[in-house]
Every structure is written in structure tokens, then in C-alpha cells.
């Protein structure tokens, strides 16, 4: 199975400052398909999940664009250029490049 | 809009059996992989098991696997979690989730508590 490891696994943040969350793979989660199936996953306290990112660096429709998602192969980051209010919670990557099954990272809870 | 609608969720004896279901809406179970997803309220995200749009692929997490089975009714469009021999360790909120180039839209979730 593919294990995800997220870090730092608690990221106490200022308001208005950037944030940066690294999710590394146990092997390439490049797909037989040549895409890269790579997700972030926001939940809000109290909520349920909730897509931000897929495939590695798409927003979905509706996130706004202080969230932006990059990398390749093993190494992925979240980035939110600056923090605001509503961005508290806790974020996953997950990938469905290699399953099943699908896997989670641990999680990492973004607070003040 | 995408709506899924996770419902049967309840408080059962160790050993019991409950079936879970999630009304879609906005598309179509049959076109789509469907996943459960589980998550013991305040640890991580934990993948339970999944169906192909057809219905006739399914896969399950070790820890499940001969006790769950997913299956769903293309007609209601919705999907359901049979699980039997249910354990402690299935305490959880299970969440129906859309596949959608990876995990995409997710239920509300619904809490299945096994205690004796």
C-alpha cells in the first residue's frame, strides 16, 4: 500500500501569513495513465471534508486562489499564501494513483 | 449540484449488523466509482471500500473484507454498506464519497457507534 506522510502535523499559523503543508509518497504516485492522482482535502471544524486541490495543482471550482498545490512523483505541498480565518482545520492529501486501496495522510491541523 | 445523503447509521451491539445508505443527486452512481470512507471522529481519514459505476467491481479494506459488502441500486441512485459481524473498532462516521479524478464530493457522514 501506498503510505502518505504529511508534515508538519500541527502548523500554528498567524493571520496573513503564508502556510505550507508537504505531503511525501512512498513510491511515484505518477499513474499508468500519466496523470499524477494527488488530492487535498480541507475539513473544517465540525464539517465534512472537502476537495481543494486535485491532480496534484487543480483548484476546484469555488476554492479561492490563496491555495495552490504543486509537486511531482514522491514530494507534494500545499501552500496558502496567506492565511485567513476560515482556512483553520485540517487538511489530507490522498492519492488514487495506486489502488486500491486509497490512502490518507495523517492530517495536519492548521490552527492559531 | 452534486448532493449525497448518507443515512442508517445508529448505535449496535458488537457482533450486529447495519446498513448504511447514500441517496446521490445531481448525477449518476452508475457512472461514477463510489467510495465509503471512514473516520473515527477526531483521528484521520480511513478508506473503506469502493464500486465501479458497473457495479460489478468492488474492493474492500483488509480490515472489512468478508464483513462489509457495498453494493448499490442504479434505478434509486444510491449506494449502500452492508456491514455484519461489526466490532468496536467500526465505531467511526462513514462518509459517502463521489470519485471524481480522486476523491472529490463527500457526504455529511453518518455515525455508526458499536458498543455493548
Known sequence: ?112 | EVQLVESGGGLVQPGGSLRLSCAASGFLVSSYWMHWVRQVPGKGLFWVSEIHGDGRNTHYADSVKGRFIISKDNAKNTLYLQMNSLTVEDTAIYYCVRDNAGVDDWGQGTLVTVSS
Do not use: M
Open chain 1, 1 to 112: 500500500d501506498v503510505v502518505l506522510t504529511q508534515s508538519p502535523l500541527s502548523l500554528p499559523v498567524n493571520l496573513g501569513q503564508p502556510a505550507s503543508i508537504s505531503c511525501r509518497s512512498s513510491q511515484s504516485l505518477l499513474s499508468s495513465d500519466g496523470d499524477t492522482y494527488l488530492t487535498w482535502i480541507q475539513q473544517r471544524p465540525g464539517q465534512s471534508p472537502r476537495r481543494l486541490i486535485y491532480k496534484v495543482s487543480n483548484r476546484e471550482s469555488g476554492v479561492p486562489d490563496r491555495f495552490s498545490g504543486s509537486g511531482s512523483g514522491t514530494d507534494f505541498t500545499l501552500k496558502i499564501s496567506s492565511v485567513e480565518a476560515d482556512d483553520i482545520g485540517l487538511y489530507y492529501c490522498a492519492q488514487g494513483s495506486h489502488w486500491p486501496p486509497f490512502t490518507f495522510g495523517q492530517g495536519t491541523n492548521l490552527e492559531i
